[in-house]
C-alpha cells in the first residue's frame, strides 16, 4: 500500500525561527515521485517541489530546503527564517505511474509576528 | 500563461440536488485530474482524464462521474448530493508525457461545495 505519514498536524513559531516540516513514505515501488504543495487560505495547492525516487539529492530554493532520505523513506521540508507568509497548510504527496497522488494530511503551520 | 480555472468558485446546493463543475486547464496540459478535500478524509483522488477518456478513478460511487472535452477542458457531475458531499473539490491539470504520466500536477482554486 501507498502511505504518506505528517506526524505533526499543527506548528507555530515565531517569525525568523527555522522549522522543519516532516514527511514519511511507505511504497514498495522502486520509482516514486515525491511531492510538497503549499495550501493557503485561499484553497489553492501550490507547487513547491518535485523529486524522483532515483535523485536523492537535497535540493534548495532560497529559505526552503528539502532533504531526502530512501534510507528512512522520508522527505522532510525546511523552512529557514519564516515568515508570516509562509503561514498555510503543507502537504507532502507521493505519486507512482498513474498520476494519482497519495497525499498526507497535511500540517498546519502558523508563523507568529 | 494562465493557470487552472474553476468555476463556479462557491455553490450551495441541497439534498437530492445535482452539481456540475468546471474546470480549464493550463494551455497546453491534456490530463485533468479530481481531488475532494474535506476535513474529515483530506485530499482523496476522484478520477483523472486525459485525451477525452479516463484513466484512473478513485473510490467514489458512480454519482461522482466526469467527462472531458476535445480542449481538454472538464467538468464532474455529483448526482443526487448527500450532506457528506460537502467539500472543497480541487482539480489539476499536467502536460502527461508519452513515456508515462507522472507529470506535476498544478492545482485550481478549488469549488467549495456546501450540500443543506
Known amino acids: 500500500a501507498q502511505k504518506v505519514t505528517q506526524a505533526q498536524t499543527e506548528i507555530s513559531v515565531v517569525e525568523k525561527e527555522d522549522v522543519t516540516l516532516d514527511c514519511v513514505y511507505e511504497?514498495?515501488?522502486?520509482?516514486?515521485?515525491l511531492f510538497w504543495y503549499k495550501q493557503p487560505p485561499s484553497g489553492e495547492l501550490v507547487f513547491l517541489i518535485r523529486?524522483?525516487?532515483?535523485?536523492?539529492q537535497n535540493e534548495i530554493s532560497g529559505r526552503y530546503s528539502w532533504n531526502f532520505q530512501k534510507s528512512t523513506s522520508s522527505f522532510n521540508f525546511t523552512i529557514t527564517a519564516s515568515q508570516v507568509v509562509d503561514s498555510a497548510v503543507y502537504f507532502c504527496?507521493?505519486?507512482?505511474?498513474?498520476?494519482?497522488?497519495?497525499f498526507g494530511t497535511g500540517t498546519s503551520l502558523t508563523v507568529i509576528p | 500563461k494562465a493557470g487552472v480555472t474553476q468555476t463556479p468558485r462557491y455553490l450551495i446546493k441541497t439534498r437530492g440536488q445535482q452539481v456540475t463543475l468546471s474546470c480549464s486547464p493550463i494551455?497546453?496540459?491534456?490530463?485533468v485530474s479530481w481531488y475532494q478535500q474535506t476535513p474529515g478524509q483530506g485530499l482523496q483522488f476522484l478520477f483523472e482524464?486525459?485525451?477525452?477518456?479516463?484513466?484512473n478513478k478513485g473510490n467514489f460511487p458512480g454519482r461522482f462521474s466526469g467527462r472531458q472535452f476535445s480542449n481538454s477542458r472538464s467538468e464532474m457531475n455529483v448526482s443526487t448530493l448527500e450532506l457528506g458531499d460537502s467539500a472543497l473539490y480541487l482539480c489539476?491539470?499536467?502536460?502527461?508525457?508519452?513515456?508515462?504520466?507522472?507529470?506535476?500536477?498544478?492545482f485550481g482554486p478549488g469549488t467549495r461545495l456546501t450540500v443543506l
Open positions: 482524464y486525459f485525451s477525452e477518456t479516463q484513466r
Open positions: 523529486r524522483n525516487s532515483f535523485d536523492e
Open positions: 504527496a507521493l505519486m507512482y505511474t498513474g498520476n494519482q497522488f497519495y
Open positions: 489539476a491539470s499536467s502536460l502527461t508525457g508519452s513515456t508515462g504520466y507522472t507529470d506535476t500536477q498544478y
Open positions: 494551455s497546453g496540459h491534456r490530463s
Open positions: 511504497t514498495r515501488d522502486t520509482t516514486y515521485y
